[in-house]
């Protein structure tokens, strides 16, 4: 009799384990009594358990549990008394851990156990269930048996909280092979027969053992040239040997690298963590090269090792080392699962060195049409991280990424060298950090002149007519300028493109928009169409104020006799109000003027026939020689004037920058 507290004991258990995990464990018990009996006729029978209504899809109802069983020792009193033994001994030298019965219980209601077993000449039959409370075996009978043949069979019935992921016989059979793969291709103990069905319907039975080893067998392994790598723990050698295998028709799985111990699957992660063109399966061909019999695959690696079954975990969910880093083991399962890839990759390298090609196409691409900045970064930066089919983000963060550390590391080498205390090696060093601080600036230039021609283009368009026959709202147009209710205070001076108007406005040292120059009154700066801009350099009564007025395109009503909107008059009535000291910035800052204090004002709007006529006969402005635009100079109060089209200041801005676009590439 035990004394043990089943119920808190599974309630303790782990993560790591899984639904599949008990169904696993009975398997490899009964492979174990087979092979404690030491027959060659070894067979190993599943019978799927269903409960409840039947899905109208599959017809299939769901899974409630499994009988399991074996024509192996069966349960003799040795096996009985290990059962009810907690943490037994008696598997030890199989990896056993004493434990595993109990996984059981974590996922089913019910455990039943029945046996017969050869006592001298006579047979034996045993049969008890698995307790809930301090016995670990309870109701137990035990008499003489009719039976001619020793075996077990054991139930798991009554399926807790979680649903059965899987309905298909296939699909089950496969994951069990799956899990166990090392006891199917063990190449010192032969593998009993394996078979699974329905316990309606016996006559449907499936062969686990025929997924390998047959023609069009589903798990075909494949031989490399090098399946064995040495890792150092702490001084201490720890060899790994490594099977690869293709797996067909794989149910939308991912290649994998499994650890094993003691013949069974602990853990198993993607391929494609380590080497990302291992995201998507593969395709073989059908014999003679037919297409249509073609088979797609992916790729699994098994990882065996003494490290592994020294270090499994009591519920084999896991290892007892570090996941990254084990500074105490001195071996991860990130180290091991690296070096797993690495032989999977040699498996099916023509194809991974092709999708790599590709890869490095697409990120080419990318650098070359959209990212011409990154060109020389992009030839000195690793890009085997990257997914197998990178987005333009992807590839874009990937880069910036390596831009700041390299940034950082250049400040680092920057600041060493400034400590420095040894002159001889100024010189040589002096000269390499400049070279990397050169072309990072090169980056950083192309990457903004690139931007300007992006601005241009959307410039140009925001100019269009739409298809209704209007332009674009003022609000579109006035934020590629500069964003409303904005001023230089709120803005960086990179979050603004009035270099389209001037390029002296990337340097000034207030500017504002659509934001009035005092608590109260008009808002006299920048709202596109028909309000202004004002901007200076440094605030200096010296430094000359430019104001901007902008019109509609094709609007002209301003030229009106009746018009309020006079948008000369407006600049004009603004200069005056600036000289008379009437505005504030909306921090409170004066704006700095004297007599002498020149002022320009600009007003862009389409130049129609009746706003060149107003502008020459009431206004006293002369044509410039390109006929874009007018100009008029002010001098009682010292503003000379200009009148230009939407189409000179998009033209004088592309003109401008031309010649950047041309040494691009990008013209």
Request: aromatic share 10%; net charge negative; proline share 4%.
């Amino acid at each position: 009799m035990s004394n043990v507290n089943v119920k808190r004991l599974v309630e303790n258990i782990r993560s790591g384990t899984n639904i599949y995990t008990p169904l696993v464990e009975l398997v490899v018990n009964a492979i174990q009594a087979i092979d404690a009996k030491g027959i060659q006729n070894g067979l190993v029978e599943i019978e799927v358990l269903r409960n409840g209504q039947a899905d109208m899809v599959d017809r299939l109802e769901d899974v409630d549990g499994f009988r399991v069983k074996d024509n192996g020792i069966g349960f003799t009193k040795t096996n009985r008394d290990a059962f009810d033994t907690l943490y037994t001994e008696q598997k030890i030298a199989d990896g056993g851990k004493g434990f595993g019965r109990f996984t059981c219980l974590k996922y089913f209601d019910r455990v039943k156990v029945s046996s017969t077993f050869a006592e001298g000449d006579a047979f034996h039959d045993r049969s008890f269930r698995m307790g809930l409370d301090k016995d670990i075996i309870v109701d137990e009978k035990e008499g003489p048996s009719q039976a001619q043949a020793a075996g077990a069979t054991i139930e798991i019935s009554g399926i807790k909280s979680v649903r059965f992921p899987d309905k298909k016989l296939e699909t089950i059979g496969r994951v069990v092979v799956e899990r166990l793969l090392p006891y199917f291709v063990d190449q010192d103990r032969s593998c009993p027969r394996v078979v699974i069905w329905e316990a309606k319907n016996p006559s449907d039975t499936l062969s686990l053992n025929d997924y390998l080893g047959k023609e069009n067998s589903q798990i075909v392994e494949i031989k490399v040239d090098e399946g064995t790598f040495s890792l150092s723990a702490n001084k201490d050698e720890k060899s790994f040997q490594v099977r690869v295998f293709k797996f067909f028709a794989p149910r939308m799985a991912k290649s994998k690298v499994s650890l094993v111990a003691h013949r069974r699957e602990v853990t198993d992660n993607p391929l494609q963590t380590y080497i990302p063109e291992f995201g998507e399966e593969f395709f073989e061909l059908g014999p003679d090269q037919d297409l249509a019999k073609g088979r797609n695959f992916v790729i699994k690696a098994y990882v065996f090792g003494d490290y592994l079954n020294d270090n499994v975990s009591l519920e084999r969910g896991e290892f007892r080392f570090q996941t990254d880093t084990d500074l105490l083991n001195g071996i991860s399962q990130t180290d091991i699962e690296q070096k797993a890839a690495d032989i999977a990759q040699s498996a099916v390298g023509t194809e991974i060195a092709e999708r790599k090609r590709r890869k490095e196409v697409r990120i080419a691409e990318y650098v070359t049409n959209d990212a011409p900045w990154h060109r020389v970064l992009a030839t000195e930066v690793d890009f085997s991280a990257l997914p197998m089919r990178p987005s333009n983000q992807d590839i874009e963060l990937h880069l910036q990424k390596k831009k700041y550390e390299q940034e950082i590391a250049t400040r680092t080498q920057v600041t060493a060298l400034l400590n420095s205390k040894n002159p001889d090696e100024l010189g040589e060093k002096i000269a390499q950090l400049i070279q990397k601080i050169s072309d990072n600036s090169k980056n950083d230039l192309i990457h903004y002149v690139s931007m300007r021609k992006c601005v241009l283009e959307l410039f140009s368009k925001s100019l269009e007519i739409k298809a209704d026959g209007k332009h674009q709202s003022e609000g579109e147009v006035h934020d590629i300028i500069m964003p409303r209710k904005k001023d230089s205070e709120e803005l960086n001076y990179e979050a603004h493109n009035l270099w389209i108007l001037d390029e002296r406005l990337n340097f000034t040292s207030y500017m504002s928009s659509d934001k009035p120059l005092k608590s109260s009154g008009d808002r006299t700066d920048i709202t596109i169409y028909n309000r202004r801009v004002a901007y200076r350099g440094d605030n200096e009564a010296s430094n000359p104020i430019t104001i901007f007025e902008f019109k509609k395109p094709q609007r002209d009503d301003f030229a009106n006799p009746s018009s309020k909107e006079d948008p000369i008059q407006q600049i004009i009535r603004y200069v005056n109000q600036i000289r008379e000291g009437k505005f504030k910035t909306p921090t409170g800052r004066d704006i700095l003027v004297n007599d002498t204090t020149p002022f320009y004002g600009y007003v862009v709007c389409d130049l129609t026939q009746k706003v060149k006529d107003w502008l020459q006969k009431e206004k006293n402005f002369t044509p410039m020689p390109d006929g874009l635009g007018w100009f008029n100079w002010f001098g009682n109060i010292s503003l000379y004037m200009e009148v230009v089209s939407w189409t000179k200041l998009l033209r004088d801005a592309e003109m401008r920058n031309k010649i950047f676009f041309n040494k691009l590439g990008i013209d």
